[in-house]
């Protein structure tokens, strides 16, 4: 079946790491997504992950993939209160290009 | 035209009401897909569209309808409006080989 779970709520200190999780249930998946939604608006693709890696680094991001877990994470070092919106977890197979969201995390960033 | 405009970006109708929600998608993205997201939840796919066919679906009723244009501009209709869609509708486009949809800031629709 498909699902994707993420936990709610995420509070951090501006300046400390934020590390959000996903787990997802689809072992076809292909691709994995993080996008990120600001109050009042779309989504903002941040970053994506085949499932064919580990790893992937993007400037202050950074995406960890446990296939075997089907466990993935977002890695925000240094993060700022710009950082503070709802992150979604997403993936896709590669038969269909439709995506899987997670019900998304809060990430609240504090001074 | 660069990035994804959804009109309009409010709209309030009436249970049994039909709406039209559109969006235009910038040059060159041939594959436009359609997503409900109701508060506090992630988005739900409803359908793609892609070379103006429909080629995918999620679990929405036939009331759910899209239409893709060769200008790159899309529509979703909704027939029979019901309270349940009240969501936040939102068009995301890409060109076919590519992996990361564009979205648009969505429409915010409220049925009383």
């Given at each position: 079946?498909?699902?994707?779970?993420?936990?709610?709520?995420?509070?951090?200190?501006?300046?400390?790491?934020?590390?959000?999780?996903?787990?997802?249930?689809?072992?076809?998946?292909?691709?994995?997504?993080?996008?990120?939604?600001?109050?009042?608006?779309?989504?903002?693709?941040?970053?994506?992950?085949?499932?064919?890696?580990?790893?992937?680094?993007d400037q202050r991001l950074t995406v960890l993939l446990n296939k075997k877990d089907k466990h993935l994470s977002l890695r925000i070092a240094d993060t700022q209160t710009g950082d503070s919106a709802i992150y979604f977890c997403a993936e896709s197979t590669r038969n269909t290009d439709k995506l899987i969201f997670g019900t998304g995390t809060r990430l609240q960033v504090f001074p | 035209e660069t990035?994804?405009?959804?009109?309009?970006?409010?709209?309030?109708?009436?249970?049994?009401?039909?709406?039209?929600?559109?969006?235009?998608?910038?040059?060159?993205?041939?594959?436009?897909?359609?997503?409900?997201?109701?508060?506090?939840?992630?988005?739900?796919?409803?359908?793609?569209?892609?070379?103006?066919?429909?080629?995918?679906?999620g679990n929405f009723p036939p009331r759910f309808s899209g239409l893709q244009f060769p200008n790159y501009s899309s529509e979703l209709n909704v027939n029979a409006l019901e309270l349940d869609d009240s969501a936040l509708y939102l068009c995301a486009s890409k060109e076919y080989e590519d992996y990361g949809y564009t979205f648009g800031s969505g429409t915010r629709l409220t049925v009383v």
């Amino acid at each position: 079946g498909e699902d994707v779970e993420q936990s709610l709520f995420l509070s951090v200190r501006e300046g400390d790491s934020s590390v959000i999780n996903c787990t997802y249930t689809d072992s076809s998946s292909t691709y994995l997504y993080w996008y990120k939604q600001e109050p009042g608006a779309g989504l903002q693709l941040l970053t994506y992950i085949f499932s064919n890696m580990d790893m992937k680094q993007d400037q202050r991001l950074t995406v960890l993939l446990n296939k075997k877990d089907k466990h993935l994470s977002l890695r925000i070092a240094d993060t700022q209160t710009g950082d503070s919106a709802i992150y979604f977890c997403a993936e896709s197979t590669r038969n269909t290009d439709k995506l899987i969201f997670g019900t998304g995390t809060r990430l609240q960033v504090f001074p | 035209e660069t990035g994804v405009t959804q009109s309009p970006t409010h709209l309030i109708k009436t249970r049994g009401q039909q709406v039209t929600l559109r969006c235009s998608s910038q040059s060159g993205h041939n594959t436009v897909s359609w997503y409900q997201q109701a508060l506090g939840q992630g988005p739900q796919f409803i359908f793609q569209y892609y070379r103006e066919e429909e080629n995918g679906r999620g679990n929405f009723p036939p009331r759910f309808s899209g239409l893709q244009f060769p200008n790159y501009s899309s529509e979703l209709n909704v027939n029979a409006l019901e309270l349940d869609d009240s969501a936040l509708y939102l068009c995301a486009s890409k060109e076919y080989e590519d992996y990361g949809y564009t979205f648009g800031s969505g429409t915010r629709l409220t049925v009383v």
